[in-house]
């Protein structure tokens, strides 16, 4: 353990890649051919932000300066590898970025023992003045549109 005062965290994430095989009728004029099976690459790359980090239950909400709390990026590539050519810099591939974070304004739970602590509202933001920030940075990060989905349940289960 004596390793862990040396190493330095470059990412706090996760990588994976795999390759795939999608099969394709084959173009051949042979009566008997058979599909080809061409190989694509998936990576997925999940970040997590150092921004306002901290365990789940212990940090909700967002800061004064925008930043949500559990704050991901999850990156999905998909590659084409038989048409990647110039060290796999020019090819057929896409790319879709997903970011999850805490609901962007100031709420916290009590740290108490419970399995559904109550919710405390934080200060009252009338302007939400760091909500904003946070969207704008989205729009700068990202572009336009945002797409936001709403995860909370709506009623007591």
Same mark, same amino acid.
């Given at each position: 353990?004596?390793? =862990? ?5 470059? @990412? #706090? ?12 009728? +084959?173009?051949?004029?042979?009566? *008997?051919?058979? *599909? !080809?099976?061409?190989?694509?690459? $998936? ?11 901290g365990?789940?239950?212990?940090? =909700?909400?967002? *800061?004064?300066?925008? *930043?949500?709390? %559990? ?8 590659? /084409? +590898?038989?048409? &990647?050519? $110039?060290? /796999?810099? @020019?090819?057929?591939?896409? +790319? ?8 962007? !304004?100031?709420?916290? #739970?009590?740290?108490? %023992? ?9 200060? %009252?933001?009338? &302007?939400?003045?760091s ?5 704008e940075e &989205? ?6 549109? @945002? !797409?936001?989905? %709403?995860? &909370? ?5």
């Amino acid at each position: 353990a004596e390793w =862990r005062a040396w190493a330095v965290p470059l @990412i #706090h994430g996760c990588i994976v890649c795999a390759e795939l095989f999608r099969t394709t009728p +084959s173009t051949s004029a042979h009566v *008997n051919s058979q *599909n !080809v099976k061409r190989p694509i690459r $998936m990576l997925l790359i999940a970040r997590s932000s150092k921004k306002f980090a901290g365990t789940r239950y212990l940090k =909700r909400g967002i *800061n004064g300066d925008g *930043n949500v709390a %559990n704050h991901v990026e999850v990156e999905q590539i998909v590659l /084409d +590898s038989q048409s &990647l050519t $110039m060290c /796999d810099t @020019i090819g057929s591939f896409s +790319s879709f970025v997903q970011v999850r974070g805490s609901v962007p !304004v100031s709420w916290y #739970h009590p740290p108490v %023992n419970r399995p559904k602590p109550p919710i405390v509202i934080g200060f %009252n933001e009338p &302007l939400y003045t760091s909500t904003r920030k946070h969207m704008e940075e &989205l729009l700068e990060d990202y572009g336009a549109p @945002i !797409v936001v989905v %709403n995860l &909370l349940k709506s009623a007591k289960a």
